[in-house]
C-alpha cells in the first residue's frame, strides 16, 4: 500500500527538524521502518540528503553551545530510542531488575547530563524532572515493590510524554 506524500514528508520533518531517530519518526508516523529507511535513501539517490539537512538544522542555532547542544541532543535520542526498546517485545521480555536497572542508569546518566550543561532553563526542567523521576522509582521499589512491574511500564510510556511537556 501507497503512503501519502504528507506521510513521508512528516517523517522526514520528524527526522530533520524534531531530531528523532529514523525508527521512532517511523514509529511515531504509523509507518514501518523498512519504509523509512527506503524512502530516506530514495530521496538521497534523489538529492534530498535527510542527514545533511539534519545537520544543517542541529547548527543553525549558531555557535554558541553548539557541541553541548549537539550531544544533549544525541543523548536525548538515545534515551528516546532505548524508552522505545524496553517497549518493544524484546524488552518487554527482559527480567524485571534488568528494566529497572536500566531505567535508574537513564535517568542517572540525563541528570548528571543536564546538571553539567547548566544555565538553559529547558534543560534545567529536564534535570529536575529526572531526579525526581529517579527519586520516585527508588521510593516505589523500596516501599511497594509489587507495584514495581506496573510503575516500570508507567515510566516507559511516560517518558516521551514528559519530554513532550517540558519542550516549552
Known amino acids: 500500500m501507497a503512503h ?7 517523517v522526514r520533518h520528524s527526522y530533520v527538524n ?3 531517530a529514523l525508527s521512532v519518526a517511523a514509529i511515531k508516523h504509523s509507518v514501518a521502518d523498512g519504509t523509512a529507511r527506503r524512502w530516506k535513501m530514495e530521496a538521497k539517490d534523489n538529492g534530498d540528503d535527510w542527514d545533511l539537512s ?4 542541529r547548527r543553525s542555532e549558531g555557535t554558541a553551545g553548539e557541541f553541548t547542544t549537539d550531544f544533549i541532543e544525541e543523548f ?16 518487554a ?3 524485571l531488575d534488568q528494566r529497572t536497572k536500566i531505567l535508574s542508569s537513564l535517568t542517572d546518566m540525563m541528570s548528571k547530563v543536564m546538571k553539567v550543561s547548566g544555565g538553559n532553563k529547558k534543560l534545567e526542567k529536564r534535570t529536575i524532572a529526572a531526579e525526581v523521576v529517579k527519586i520516585l522509582a527508588k521510593f516505589v521499589s523500596t516501599k511497594y515493590p509489587e507495584f514495581a512491574p506496573e510503575f516500570v511500564e508507567i515510566l516507559t510510556a511516560f517518558g516521551p510524554k514528559l519530554d513532550q511537556e517540558l519542550e516549552d
Open 18 to 20: 524534531e531530531l528523532l
Open 4 to 10: 501519502p506524500a504528507e506521510k513521508k514528508n512528516a
Open 54 to 57: 539534519r545537520a544543517a538544522s
Open 76 to 91: 536525548t535520542i538515545q534515551v528516546n530510542e532505548t524508552f522505545e526498546l524496553l517497549k518493544s517485545a524484546e524488552g
Open 93 to 95: 521480555a527482559l527480567p
